[in-house]
């Protein structure tokens, strides 16, 4: 019997591991961003300073009295007053600006909107003579100073018997809104799947129903976003109701706050006008934190396609 040779065994040695060079400049570039993010969130940090300090302060000075607010401004209230903001709400008469203001700038959001989406849908998703032109002069509508207009827009209202009527400034406001309604929501529509309104279509749905019942409710963060933007401009209008609407039944909330600040003369009630101040400022502040997170999805929904 023959015995057979065993294979001699052969090591192989591994490799030794190559020591990689440090990349040049890698610590350099790691404190350049470190010192970028440090500089960013401190100009962060400033800005919003610059923005809530004011805001916390008036909202502390609508709670303390007159002489507190001369005396020691940047002092705590000893107590809180809740007659500045009834003596404002009251006898400044600001519930009815209030009114006054909800009434116009709901009506005319609801009607920009409405109007603002049917004409960003005909143009984003239907092609015809004239479509970009169209298109164009509600951009120029955006770069057009409302200045200029006020001289003519007041002798139309006045001939329409528009002048000094609720809604005769909505009707101003819609119209002052809709270049930018349209501008942003043609871009929204642009984005939106184009099968969904195909299929739509194929099942039977009419133009209108596609568009109301399919297309409206897809475009529902692009509708919010841009009715936060309107809803912040139309509130704070100060110079349309100005020209526009002279008689003191119909003020608004802008035109209110001055006329506080004119009515006090020598007597000087800064708590009263703090309080109306922050009366105004309060359904903006609330609008903004409700919904602030569907205004950032509708600004960043139409970048993607």
Request: net charge positive; glycine share 8%.
């Amino acid at each position: 019997m023959k015995a057979t040779d065993t294979p001699p065994v052969v090591t192989v040695k591994e490799p030794a591991p190559v020591s990689k060079a440090p990349e040049k400049g890698g610590k350099e570039k790691g404190g350049e961003g470190k010192v970028l993010n440090v500089f960013s969130h401190g100009v962060l940090v400033i800005w919003a300073i610059l923005v809530v300090m004011p805001l916390l302060w008036a909202i502390m000075a609508s709670f303390k009295t007159d002489d507190s607010i001369l005396s020691t401004p940047w002092a705590l209230p000893d107590k809180l007053h809740f007659e500045n903001w009834s003596r404002a709400w009251s006898q400044a008469h600001m519930s009815d600006y209030f009114l006054n203001t909800i009434l116009v700038v709901g009506g005319s959001l609801i009607g920009t909107l409405l109007l603002g989406s049917m004409a960003a849908y005909v143009l984003a998703r239907f092609d015809f003579p004239g479509n970009r032109f169209v298109y164009y002069l509600f951009i120029g509508g955006m770069s057009f100073p409302i200045i200029l207009a006020l001289v003519p827009l007041f002798f139309v209202m006045n001939n329409m018997g528009l002048l000094n009527t609720r809604h005769g400034l909505i009707l101003v406001y819609i119209a002052y809104s809709l270049p930018f309604t349209v501008f942003f929501l043609t871009s929204f529509f642009r984005s939106l799947p184009s099968s969904v309104a195909e299929a739509a279509m194929l099942d039977g749905a009419s133009h209108t129903r596609t568009f109301f019942q399919v297309m409206l409710p897809m475009a529902k963060p692009g509708l919010i976003s841009v009715g936060i933007f309107n809803f912040l401009g139309q509130w704070n209008q100060y110079l349309l109701p100005t020209v526009l609407n002279t008689d003191p039944k119909y003020r608004v909330l802008s035109q209110g706050l001055v006329e506080l600040a004119n009515g006090q003369g020598y007597k000087g009630d800064w708590s009263g006008l703090f309080a109306g101040l922050v009366m105004a400022m309060l359904p903006v502040l609330a609008a903004y934190i409700i919904f602030q997170r569907q205004v950032v999805a509708g600004l960043t929904a139409g970048a993607v396609k």
